[in-house]
Each structure stands twice: as C-alpha cells, then as structure tokens.
C-alpha cells in the first residue's frame, strides 16, 4: 500500500487521499461509531425490495411511488424542523399539534373568511414561527425542560385545534393554489427541467468546491469521490424522474396521470436550503456548537439563548409548512390534523434518519430519508394487508432500532474517543 | 527581560456575597516570560483568572494593559484587547472538528458564506509557527484526539488571533508524562515568541521547567511574585502552605486577621 504525503493549509504534512484511502477513512469512521445515515439507506433498500417482491403489482407502480411523497410530506417537513430542535438536546413533542393548528389557521381563512392564499399561506407560517418563539424563550429564558414545555404545548394545542374547529367540525378548501401544493403534479417538460436543473446545480457545487479547495493548496476529497457522488445523484434523480413522468393513471383517456408532484421539488428547496444554512453559514456552525457544547458555546461569545430559541422557531416554522400540505392533501382540517402518529413518526424519522437524540450530530437530508424509511414501512405493510396494529408495532421497533444505534455509536466514541 | 510589564494588576478585591476571595492582589505580566501563578487549592488563582478575562468584575483594583488602564466586562472584551484564557476545563466542542474549534465564535466569512479555505489556511499556519506537527488531519473531530491534542487545539486556538498575553489555567493537570512535556514545551515557545504568558500549576516541576517568574497566591493575597531562579522548590512550597518563606512573603501579622473566622476566637 502506498502513501502519498503532501502539504497543505500552513505546511502541516498530510496524507494524500486517493480513493481508496477515502473508502478506508469512512469505513473507519462507521467502525468508530459514526455511522450517519448509512444503516437508514441500507434499511430503505431491504425494506423496498421485500415490498417488492411480495407485492411487486401494487408496491412497485408508479402511482404507489408518486404517492409516496404526498403521503410522507407533512411528516418530512416537521423532521427537517426537528432536526434543528435535535441538534441541541432538545426535543419538541408539539410540532404535530402545532402543524394542525397551523394548517387550521390556513383553513379557516381561506374559507370561513374567504381570504386569497397569499393571506392565508403567510398567516399559517407566521402562526409557527409565534409558537417556536413562545417554545424556545420558554425553555431558553425560564429554563423549563424542552420535554415539559412541549407536552403542556402538545394538550394545549389540541385544544386550541377543537376551539378553533368549533368542537370538531371540519373545515374544507378548495382553494386552487393550495390543493395543488400536495395533490398536482409537474408536467413532463418541466419534470425534466427541474431535474436536469438540479442535476447541474449539484454538479456545479461539488466541482467548484474541488477546483477551490486544489488551488489554494488544500486537501480536497479525490476526484473520484467527487464524481461518483454527482454520478450517483444523476442517475437517482433521472431514474425517478423517468418512473413519475410515466402515465399512472388506470384510465388516461378520462384522466391523465403523470408528471413529478409538486411537493417534490418544494422539499428538495427546503432539504437544499436548510443543508446550506446548517453547513455553510455561522449560524449553523453555531447551532451545532451549542449542541456539542453550551458552554464551549458561550464562552466561544456566541448567544446560547438565541440559538436556542431560533432552533424551536425554525422547527414550528417548518412543522407549519407540513400542516399547509397535509391540509392541501386532504383538502380539509379535522381535529386530529397532525395528531395520533404523526408526531412520532416525525420524531422517528429524524432519528431512524441519523441524527442523534443527544444532539450535536444530524443533517437535514436524515429528515428526508428517515420518512421514506417510515412512508415505505406504512405504505408497503398497508399494501400486504397488514393491519394498522402490527405497522405501529414495526414501526416502534425501528424507531427503538435507531435510537439504540445512536447509543451505541455514543458509548463506542466515548471509548474510542479521548 | 523587558522591563515593562504588559499587563499590570494592583489592588485588586473580588468578593462573592459575604465571602472575599481576593485581597489587595498584584501581578505583572512581562512579555515574553513565563509568569507561574501558583497557590493552594481554593486560593483564588480561577478567580483571579476570571477577573482578567471579563467573566467576574473586579470589586476594586486596576487592570493596566500595555501602559493604559483598562476595565474589562466580558470575555469579548478581553480578546479584543488580546488576552485570551485557555481555561482548566477544556472549551472545545467534541462534535467539530480542528478548524471548527479554533474559529468558534469568531468564523471567517466571504458574503454570508462561511469561508472554510482561509480558516483551514490560518489554522494550519497557526498550528505550524507552534511547531505542532502530530495532527493527522486539521479536520479531525476534536473528540478522536488524545488529550494532549486537544490541549494543544485549545492552545492554538488561543494564540490565533495575535493574543499577547495567553492564560492557561491548568493546561497538564489530566495529561501524561510525555503530553505533559510536549505542552509545556509549548507553553515555553509561546513565551518565545513575545507573548506574555501565565501558567497556572499545581506542579512544582512544570513551574520550574518553564518559568521565568513565580507569583504565589496564598489565600487570596499575592504572598510574593519573584523570579524562578532566584527561589527554590521548597521556598516556594513555604509561600504556597504559609504565605511565608524567610523574609519572602506576607507580613507575618498578615495571616493572622483571618484567624478571627474560627468561631470561639476574637473578642
Ligand atoms: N462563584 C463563586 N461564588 C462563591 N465563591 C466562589 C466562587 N468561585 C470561587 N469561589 C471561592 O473562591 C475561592 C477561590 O476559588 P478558585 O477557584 O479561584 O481557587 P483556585 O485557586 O483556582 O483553586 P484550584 O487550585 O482548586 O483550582 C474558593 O474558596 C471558592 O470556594
Ligand atoms: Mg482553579
């Protein structure tokens, strides 16, 4: 085996990383515990082929996959949030509720009220970002327990949710905009377009960070690395975007059926968004400081109670987002809107994703693909007729599957670790 | 060495409630020198560390930095005046790596961006002019280092931003013989290369290893600042337990004003 050294940043010598040496680094890095989404995306592929064997007619269609990003929607969107909330130890048991509540808001003005989108749309999200500060000052400035807070928010909000509703009456929409959030889909043409764009988007990020990074003399990930990550993204993306643009619908002369679902692209912004503040902004870094360390944090000078309340607000905010679509998917809010499992599967899905429970470690992207392992577990076992029981049953051992890798990966980095 | 001290403290007083940790202290701090603050547990050397760095206000007392007196607040306004504490619980974040830990707080941005080759550029330089070469890679976890490592992060950390007096409170009190060697050779070569510089030690060796000047804290008064080579280990040892070591040291009628606290004594 042979090593290259070279020197980078300031003359520290280092050893030149290949591919292979890439390889090896990770693989040391799962052994040390630090296994990131890798056991989520292993799971997503034996979970996907099970389903598919057993029920390769319905599992496999192209509708089922198509509907497997409005189911899963209102789920990711609050597991993005969580994760912020997650990061630093914290944990927030009233993002379903508040997503209900938030698509309530919503409901009502479009339809009690009659207000256009445009009111009723910012009047929901601004109704979470209320919630997330009321939350995160709570824990932040009096020091109560995230967990405490957030079960008092949970049994209120249900509440505020019946009040709002008028003892349970459901609300419809019809609202044209808001229905084609998590109902419509993309035409084929444009499908393709928001693909290739993305494609070439991601493409461009990773070779300009390579060609920065080598010409100021600094240790880059290899080349080939770089390469197949954006070949492994494009033949991702062009592989679903082909399945969806396929006709899916029983009687196309009545009603066609095809085209990318408009909440995909609408969560790859926020996934695309939220990787970018928590990765390549101070307020990131500072977010996973405070998570690693408060007090490093503070005297580091950065404000533990800003970050602190802005992660609950980001996480209301985001929550509010999945109670828009959930709403649109239903076209209604009733009172269990974001109630029974959502909020666990929320949870759940951040975990299952990667993120730790302990805080300090996850990514946005574990949101995403924590709640395609939950929305195939439901999905696929729904479709094998199993019943609502035994998918809950599957479902918890998962969850319990996940948080004791986090565990373990936490006890074997403390043994390996100083 | 340099006659001037950099940082000069008089008759500094801190009290907590009732309890008064700090009597009537001086220091002085020369630039490049070694100044070991040495004393027994509970003495006051924390407190009195704090108070330099803007975590505690100072009751009374002067804090005069390169000839002009100044009042600090906050840890921010120490740094920006360029003193910087390394403290004896480490303060790095276990779940970023080298670079991360070293521009904590104060991240080098281009637009909103953060601009990880110039920090990564600065961090490797500042690791490099501290002949630090025992890193595998400057974006290592700071969790998989040895505790040495960090120590020397925590350190590098301290000295990247053109600090001129660093202190270290206890930097080798969890560390091995040859990590506790390598640190001190550090702590020596930041001396070496201007800055001003405190230790702060419960090891008479590694006082003696590395100083130039000794300033004993004996409870909560400064008992004498001498020079290292004009004491011995057991002088010094006398000036830690008594306050006192021949005509080194407080007054001997000094001491007794405490004795008034055990209860039954006094009047
Ligand atoms: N925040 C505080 N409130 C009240 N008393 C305090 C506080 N901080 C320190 N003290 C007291 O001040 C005295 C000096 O403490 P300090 O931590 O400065 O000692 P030290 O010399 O650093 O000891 P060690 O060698 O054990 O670190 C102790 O008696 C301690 O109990
Ligand atoms: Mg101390």
Not at chain 1, 313 to 325: D, E
């Amino acid at each position: 085996m042979t090593t290259t050294t070279t020197t980078t940043a300031g003359g520290i010598q280092a050893v030149k990383p290949t591919v292979g040496s890439y390889v090896r680094d990770y693989w040391g890095k799962v052994r040390g515990g630090d296994l990131g989404s890798l056991p989520a995306v292993l799971g997503l592929l034996v979970l996907v082929a099970i389903f598919g064997i057993a029920r390769s007619d319905t599992f496999l269609s192209a509708f089922n996959f198509a509907n497997l990003f409005n189911q899963s929607a209102q789920v990711v969107f609050i597991a993005m949030g969580l994760v912020f909330v997650l990061l630093l130890g914290e944990i927030d048991l009233s993002a379903g509720f508040a997503s209900g509540v938030c698509g309530a808001v919503m409901a009502i003005l479009l339809t009690n009220e009659g207000l256009p989108w445009y009111v009723a749309i910012p009047a929901a999200l601004l109704t979470g970002v209320v919630i997330g500060l009321v939350l995160g000052s709570l824990v932040a400035k009096l020091g109560i327990p995230s967990f405490v807070v957030t079960l008092a928010a949970f049994l209120a909000f249900q509440g505020v949710l019946l009040l709002l509703l008028s003892d349970g009456k459901n609300i419809s929409i019809t609202d044209e905009f808001v229905l084609a959030l998590n109902k419509s889909n993309m035409s084929v043409t444009w499908s393709w377009i928001v693909t290739l764009v993305a494609v070439a988007g991601y493409a461009l990020a990773q070779f300009n960070r390579y060609r920065s990074r080598i010409k100021r003399g600094l240790i880059a990930d290899p080349i080939g690395i770089v390469l197949a990550r954006v070949i492994g993204l494009a033949v991702l993306l062009i592989a679903g975007t082909y399945i969806l643009t396929q006709e899916r619908s029983i009687n196309p002369v009545i009603n066609s059926l095809k085209g990318v679902p408009i909440v995909v692209p609408i969560i790859a912004v926020f996934l695309v968004f939220w990787t970018f503040v928590l990765g390549r902004t101070t307020y990131g870094r500072h977010v996973y400081a405070v998570g690693g360390n408060a007090e490093a944090a503070r005297r580091a000078g950065i404000s533990v109670d800003r970050i602190r309340i802005s992660v609950f607000v980001i996480g209301s905010f985001m929550a509010a987002i999945g109670g828009i679509l959930v709403v649109s998917r239903a076209s209604s809010v009733d009172p269990n809107t974001g109630g029974s499992n959502i909020l666990l599967y929320s949870v759940g899905a951040a975990v299952i994703g990667g993120t730790s429970l302990f805080g300090g470690k996850g990514k946005v992207i574990h949101a995403v693909i924590g709640g395609a392992v939950i929305a195939v577990i439901d999905n696929g076992m729904g479709l094998m007729g199993y019943k609502s029981g035994t998918r809950f049953i599957v479902t918890g051992l998962i969850l319990l599957a996940a948080a004791s890798v986090d565990a373990l990966a936490r006890r074997r980095a403390s043994a390996t670790g100083s | 060495m340099a006659a001037t001290p950099l940082l000069e403290l008089r008759g500094i007083d801190k009290s907590f409630g009732p309890v008064q940790v700090l009597h009537d202290v001086g220091l002085d701090v020369y630039p490049g020198e070694v100044t070991a603050l040495v004393g027994d547990n509970g003495a006051g050397k924390s407190t009195l560390v704090k108070c330099i760095s803007g975590i505690y206000t100072i009751d009374s007392g002067t804090v005069t930095f390169e000839g002009k007196q100044v009042s600090i607040h906050s840890p921010r306004e120490a740094s920006a005046l360029g003193i910087e504490v390394v403290y004896q619980d480490l303060a790095l974040c276990d779940n970023l790596d080298i670079v991360q830990n070293m521009f904590l707080g104060r991240e080098k941005k281009s637009g909103i961006i953060l601009d990880e080759a110039t920090m990564e550029e600065m961090a490797g330089e500042t690791l490099r002019s501290l002949s630090v070469r025992t890193v595998k890679s400057l974006r290592q976890l700071v969790a998989s280092l040895s505790g040495g490592q960090r120590q020397t992060v925590a350190i590098a950390k301290a000295v990247l931003w053109n600090s001129r007096v660093v202190i270290l409170d206890e930097p080798t009190a969890a560390l091995g013989v040859a990590q506790t060697a390598q640190v001190l050779e550090l702590v020596r070569r930041l001396a070496d290369n201007g800055l001003g510089v405190v230790l702060i030690s419960h090891n008479m060796n590694d006082v003696f290893a590395v100083s130039d000047r000794i300033a004993a804290l004996y409870l909560g008064r400064m008992a004498a600042q001498v020079k290292a080579a004009d004491v011995t280990h057991s002088q010094v040892v006398e000036l830690i337990t008594g306050g006192r070591s021949g005509n080194l040291g407080l007054p001997p009628e000094k001491p007794s004003e405490f004795i008034d606290i055990t209860p039954g004594d006094g009047q």
